[in-house]
Nanobody, 121 residues
């Protein structure tokens, strides 16, 4: 059974930090690129960060709004992908979703159920 389970969300003050985790099971993690998306209130779901599956030469991409503040990483042995978030702003408030897509078959893709991050004083 495929599962992507996010954790680490919560309430944080502006300027604070959080680390989100996404633990996966039920598929070959190393064959999948992984990403974090977010959906802010009243908005569409947007890409935050993406990391390729290559354990020796991975590439990362970030939304302009989070560059320099957020870092995506993954631990293939633990089958976990992370999103480290620093200098959080109220506009980062959103539900954050983990997403995995097979490196050669777009039809093989999975979403987590999301974790809520609220940035507020």
């Amino acid at each position: 059974q495929v599962q992507l389970v996010e954790s680490g969300g919560g309430l944080v003050q502006p300027g604070g930090s959080l680390r989100l985790s996404c633990s996966v099971s039920g598929f070959t993690f190393t064959a999948y690129d992984t990403s974090w998306y977010r959906q802010r209130p009243g908005k569409e779901r947007d890409l935050v960060a993406r990391m390729s599956s290559d354990s020796t030469d991975s590439t990362t991409n970030y939304a302009d709004s989070v560059k320099g503040r957020f870092t995506i990483s993954r631990n293939n042995a633990k089958k976990t992908v992370y999103l480290q978030m620093h200098s959080l702003k109220p506009e980062d408030t959103a539900v954050y979703y983990c997403f995995a897509r097979h490196i050669s078959d777009d039809a093989l893709s999975y979403w987590g159920k999301g974790t809520l991050v609220t940035v507020s004083s």
